[in-house]
């Protein structure tokens, strides 16, 4: 019989503290360092991307705390200890989470930042729920139209990202590819999407072990995929067609957008196009890294993020 790992196994010790958090119907994992005084410190919620989990932040949470801001790192829907409903992986139901999320911790709003499909939460969260959103910091993660865009009108884009997108819409044999052998497809993944430096370096040895177990724990697999299959399937029922109609609207909030140089699943032609529903946003190019910038970059990632923050 195989061991599957518990979900409490990715909270793991450090200098911060795991707590439960009850939102929008489902209880939320989330892991912070705290701060004195947390409820009058400017409140940050870091969103992970697709199979991924809420330590992918941990180098953001150290510096951000001790910056003074309350960083606050989630397991989405489906992901690490958090619940693992059946269903809810839409955008207005992932949108609701964090906004309900925000108002849990005590705050009337916050700062998210994001990482991929994370950062499309971000996006769909300061669409619906503009109240409660004070600013958006996005890594790698185009404005969920300009995705559409891109992929229909950039063979480049159409090429790195869509074979992996259309091949998790089929049933069962995906949730079999990210886990077998001990979860294997995500180190792949992750070597693959990263820059060459990342992937000789010990940072990425114990991130890739860390996220092939996360994708174990019983539900997890299924979960991440059903974003994919939501985003996919949605494009031909109303419920999506409405949510990409009160997409095509301008954020009047700051944006900031961060694209590691040597990303190859993103393309910064996609993430031009952003600038039609965000005009004011900032861009900055974090050189030497690829998908995952604020794990293979942090530091310069830190410095732009705290920038960024602070304003």
């Known amino acids: 019989m195989i061991d599957l790992p518990d979900p409490s196994s990715v909270r793991f010790e450090g200098p911060w503290t795991h707590r439960d958090v009850h939102a929008n119907g489902i209880r939320f994992h989330v892991a912070e360092i705290e701060v004195p005084r947390p409820h009058d410190a400017p409140l940050v919620v870091m969103l992970?991307?697709?199979?991924?989990?809420?330590w992918s932040w941990r180098h953001q949470m150290a510096a951000l705390a001790e910056a003074g801001f309350r960083a606050v790192a989630v397991d989405l829907r489906g992901y690490g200890d958090s619940d693992k409903p059946p269903r809810g992986y839409d955008g207005w139901t992932l949108a609701g989470d964090i906004a309900g999320l925000i108002r849990a911790l005590g705050h009337s709003n916050a700062?998210?930042?994001?990482?991929s499909d994370g950062g499309l939460v971000c996006?769909?969260?300061?669409?619906?729920?503009?109240?409660?959103?004070?600013?958006?910091?996005?890594?790698?993660?185009?404005?969920?139209?300009?995705?559409?865009?891109?992929?229909?009108?950039?063979?480049d884009q159409r090429?790195?990202?869509?074979?992996?997108?259309?091949?998790?819409?089929?049933?069962?044999?995906?949730?079999?590819t990210l886990t077998r052998d001990d979860g294997f497809e995500v180190e792949r993944l992750l070597r693959l999407r990263s820059g060459p430096a990342f992937t000789r370096s010990t940072e990425f040895t114990q991130a890739a072990r860390r996220m092939r177990s996360a994708i174990q724990?019983?539900?997890?697999?299924?979960?991440?995929?059903e974003y994919q299959r939501w985003a996919f399937r949605s494009q031909w029922r109303p419920d999506g067609r409405r949510f990409m109609a009160i997409m095509d609207t301008q954020v009047k909030i700051p944006v900031m957008q961060l694209h590691g140089d040597l990303d190859p699943y993103v393309l910064v032609r996609t993430l031009r196009r952003c600038t039609v529903w965000a005009p004011?946003?900032?861009?900055y190019s974090i050189g030497g890294a690829g998908h995952f910038a604020h794990q293979e970059q942090p530091d310069k990632v830190n410095a732009e993020l705290l920038r960024f923050v602070a304003g």
Not at 111 to 115: A, D, I, P
Not at 164 to 174: D, I
Not at 280 to 283: D, G, I, L, P
């Open 48 to 54: 992970h991307g697709f199979a991924d989990f809420w």
């Open 111 to 115: 700062t998210l930042l994001g990482h």
């Open 123 to 155: 996006w769909a969260t300061a669409v619906l729920h503009p109240r409660v959103v004070r600013s958006i910091a996005l890594i790698s993660s185009p404005h969920p139209i300009a995705l559409k865009h891109g992929v229909l009108r950039d063979n």
């Open 159 to 176: 090429a790195t990202w869509l074979p992996a997108f259309l091949s998790y819409q089929v049933p069962l044999t995906p949730e079999r």
């Open 217 to 225: 724990i019983p539900g997890a697999a299924h979960c991440a995929l």
């Open 280 to 283: 004011e946003r900032e861009f």
